[in-house]
């Protein structure tokens, strides 16, 4: 069964609303888990790492208080992309341990 | 700046042929090396690990690694078109540091 889930699998919105990704280890505690962006045909791109009881550690180029991450337990970590543009319509991805992504959010900002 | 190298392909083999994928790295000091699945609309998922020089086998699939040429591929033997996909290679280094993605390489497996 699945290790790590995320919700919701795919979500639409409009723009200027926030969207909040969620991603849980189902089966073990993380203290680290790693957030990833993956636009169509394009290579997987590391946005932040997610620290349990501490803030998130961002990529260069990746903006802080536009993608809030929470890692409010060892096993949850969200993303919330706020005031979402159609840019931002994206494939986004947890991760956590060598072993486990979850199976992607769709998000597509209208 | 660590750096996992792969060729995007596509790499096209007919069924039943061999499927050899490579990559290189850039750190030498790196200890862990991972291949990953992509389907198309997706998520990554593992489906080798090595560690140490040499070959790792597991059912079709036969990862190598040559450290002293930074070098790890992926064979899969008796292609299938259901291992049409892309392939990531990820490299990690000693204690904790993060894992470094190559762009993958897209292997098309023609009937």
């Known amino acids: 069964g699945a290790v790590v889930s995320q919700h919701p699998s795919r979500v639409i919105c409009k723009s200027g609303t926030s969207v909040k990704i969620e991603c849980r280890s189902l089966d073990f505690q993380a203290t680290t888990m790693f957030w990833y962006r993956q636009f169509p045909k394009q290579s997987l791109m590391l946005m932040a790492t997610?620290?349990?009881?501490?803030?998130?550690?961002?990529e260069q180029g990746v903006e802080k208080d536009k993608f809030l991450i929470n890692h409010a337990s060892l096993t949850l970590s969200t993303l919330t992309v706020t005031s979402a543009h159609p840019e931002d319509s994206s494939f986004y991805i947890c991760?956590?341990?060598?072993?486990?992504f979850g199976p992607g959010t769709r998000l597509t900002v209208l | 700046q660590k750096e996992v190298e792969q060729n995007s392909g596509p790499l096209s083999v007919p069924e039943g042929a061999i499927a050899s994928l490579n990559c290189t790295y850039s750190?030498?000091?790196?200890?862990?090396f991972f291949w990953y699945r992509q389907y198309s609309g997706k998520s990554p998922e593992l489906i080798m690990s090595?560690?140490?020089?040499g070959d790792k086998e597991d059912g079709r699939f036969t990862a190598q690694l040559n450290k002293a040429s930074q070098y790890v591929s992926l064979l899969i033997r008796d292609s299938q078109p259901s291992d049409s996909a892309t392939y990531l290679c990820a490299v990690k280094g000693s204690g904790y540091s993060t894992l470094t993605f190559g762009k993958g390489t897209m292997l098309l497996v023609s009937p």
């Open positions: 750190d030498r000091g790196s200890q862990s």
């Open positions: 991760r956590v341990d060598e072993q486990f």
């Open positions: 090595i560690y140490s020089n």
């Open positions: 997610s620290n349990e009881g501490s803030k998130a550690t961002y």
